[in-house]
């Protein structure tokens, strides 16, 4: 019985074995060893490159399914909004989020991603078997850390319809440290972390306190001479500091800043207001009237006694 390990991938994925102690990526016949994660459906099931330039209608290639797995409703999906994107058909049948084969057609079929992942685990299972000429029966899977327990249930069922028994099902962050840990020699146990720092067991702590000697254990002490441990001083300013001041130069005056102090004068009453010349018309903001009393603010229309 032979066992093989798979990425199964969103865009692409991967077959390896352990040859000779180590892991080894098997390569395909294009001389890769990823195969895109693309299936077509048509008089044959295609899967990778074969699937990518056959001439099967574009709806019924078939990729993704990653993203799908284990989705009982489309609008759940986190990439929901790039659904038109997609080349092919989707639709929610039976609590499940799937594809939609010959839609509209006669022999139009529902599949669910799973069937979809279970085409390429069978392909690169038969790409592992070729190459090693032995049967695989086996496997391990890789997925990723945020996929959930519905998501990892559909990704057990994949591995079921191609045939394969799951060894184990690793999240993708796990995968690497054990496989740095194998590369390195770390010896990674139950009292380490990932990181390159681990943690020291209880009894080794003791050990490190137990062999300390009491006379050595003083702590160090710093002299300071009297004369340079004055207190350092803080200066402050006086209450009476002056308000930064910020002075305009005339040339540097924006167009709207022209356009109030260009214009015909304004009437002596409307001097302590803010006006605007514009298109030969006087536009005020504020002010009172003397003889009316009232209020001119809003008022965007020149008197008709006023100079334009």
């Known amino acids: 019985m032979v066992y093989i390990g798979i990425d199964l991938g969103t865009t692409y994925s991967c077959v ?12 395909h ?23 990518l330039n056959s001439n099967i209608d574009m709806s019924n290639i078939l990729y993704d399914s990653k993203r799908l797995i284990g989705w009982e409703v489309l609008n759940n999906l986190p990439i929901a909004e790039n659904r038109q994107l997609w080349t092919f058909n989707v639709d929610t049948r ?17 599949l669910k991603p799973e069937e979809v992942s279970a085409e390429i685990l069978k392909h690169l299972k038969v790409r592992a078997e070729t190459y090693l000429s032995d049967e695989v029966t086996g496997v391990v899977v890789t997925v990723p850390a945020f996929f959930q327990e519905n998501q990892k249930a559909a ?22 440290a054990i496989a740095y840990n194998e590369k390195k020699n770390c010896n990674i ?25 009491s006379k050595t254990r003083s702590k160090p002490t710093f002299k300071t001479s009297s004369k ?14 002056s308000k930064p001041t910020f002075k305009t ?20 009453w409307r001097g302590g207001v803010s006006v605007v010349h514009f298109k030969d018309k006087l536009y005020y ?4 009237d003397p003889e009316s009393r009232e209020d001119t603010n809003r008022d965007d229309v020149r008197r008709s006694n006023e100079s334009p």
């Open 16 to 27: 390896s074995v352990i040859e000779n102690g180590n892991p080894k990526a098997i390569h």
């Open 29 to 51: 016949d294009d001389g890769k060893n990823i195969v895109p994660s693309v299936v077509a459906y048509g008089a044959e099931i295609l899967v990778g490159n074969p699937a």
């Open 94 to 110: 039976n609590k499940c989020a799937g594809y939609v084969l010959n839609k509209g057609a006669p022999n139009e079929r529902f």
């Open 155 to 176: 990704t057990k069922r994949a591995i079921e319809l191609a045939g394969l028994e799951l060894k184990g099902l690793l999240h993708e962050p796990n995968v690497a």
């Open 189 to 213: 146990n139950s009292n380490c972390r990932t990181s390159s720092k681990c943690k020291t067991s209880s009894k080794t702590r003791s050990k490190i306190t137990t062999n300390t000697s």
């Open 228 to 241: 340079t441990r004055s207190k350092p001083t803080f200066k402050t300013r006086s209450k009476t500091r």
């Open 249 to 268: 130069s005339s040339k540097c005056k924006t167009s709207w800043e022209q356009s109030i102090i260009k214009g015909p004068d304004h009437p002596e």
């Open 285 to 288: 903001l504020g002010g009172r």
